[in-house]
């Protein structure tokens, strides 16, 4: 257990810097969108708050994941919303945002005691729904500027493994302590992986505002 924590702290420090280097490079936060920072920003305080929680009390810290995915979920989709310029396909965003809320309300309001659980349909349908997103932004976009393509990339590799831990059923291998499995160790190694393209984010807009700034 302590090697999937450290594996798990790892990637947190590492959202951390991510978060700090964008927030105080000043000419990286004039280009950058303001949601992306502040994405970056809650997403490492609900983690900081998940790690303690977890690891003072093992187990108790599922409730924490729907702050996580549903923060997820809204920002990145605001992103892709402003980032798309069609109006078809910001409605499309806007009617599917809804739809997802409106399916989310009605497990939660069915059966309570998921607010307590790991709710895997919560987990599926909003990674899905970003995959998607995230796909088709770098579809449409490949001939031109590549804002936000590495953040992409590292989105969509991170969620699918995400996505099909809980869409294979795999959530007992999670919780498995005879033998011990923490199949999360592979999720917290593709957490890694995106927070290191998220990295590259950052390296590409300081490239592109030095450029900007001596053309």
Same mark, same amino acid.
């Given at each position: ?151 992409? @990339?590292?989105? +969509?590799? $991170?969620? %699918?493994?995400? =996505?099909? /831990? *809980? ?18 160790? @592979?999720?917290? +190694?593709? $957490?890694? %992986?995106?927070? =290191?393209? /998220? *990295? ?16």
């Amino acid at each position: 257990m302590l090697l999937a924590f450290s594996i798990s702290l790892i990637g947190l420090l590492f959202l951390i810097t991510n978060t700090v280097l964008f927030i105080i490079n000043k000419q990286v936060r004039k280009t950058v969108s303001g949601v992306f920072v502040f994405y970056l920003v809650t997403l490492s305080v609900i983690e900081i708050f998940c790690h303690i929680v977890g690891f003072l009390k093992p187990n108790s810290n599922f409730f924490l994941s729907h702050f996580y995915f549903i923060f997820q979920f809204v920002f990145v989709s605001y992103l892709y919303f402003t980032l798309f310029k069609a109006a078809r396909i910001k409605k499309a965003i806007l009617i599917l945002v809804f739809c997802e809320f409106g399916l989310l309300s009605y497990s939660y309001i069915n059966e309570p005691s998921l607010f307590w659980e790991f709710n895997a349909l919560e987990i599926v349908s909003t990674s899905f729904l970003l995959v998607v997103f995230a796909l088709y932004f770098i579809y449409t976009n490949l001939d031109r500027v590549h804002h936000y393509f590495s953040f992409s @990339l590292g989105l +969509i590799m $991170y969620l %699918l493994c995400s =996505f099909y /831990i *809980f869409l294979s059923g795999n959530t007992e291998l999670v919780f498995s302590t005879d033998p011990y499995i923490d199949i999360w160790m @592979l999720n917290s +190694i593709f $957490y890694i %992986l995106f927070q =290191f393209m /998220i *990295f590259r984010e950052y390296i590409h807009f300081s490239k592109r505002r030095r450029i900007l700034n001596h053309s």
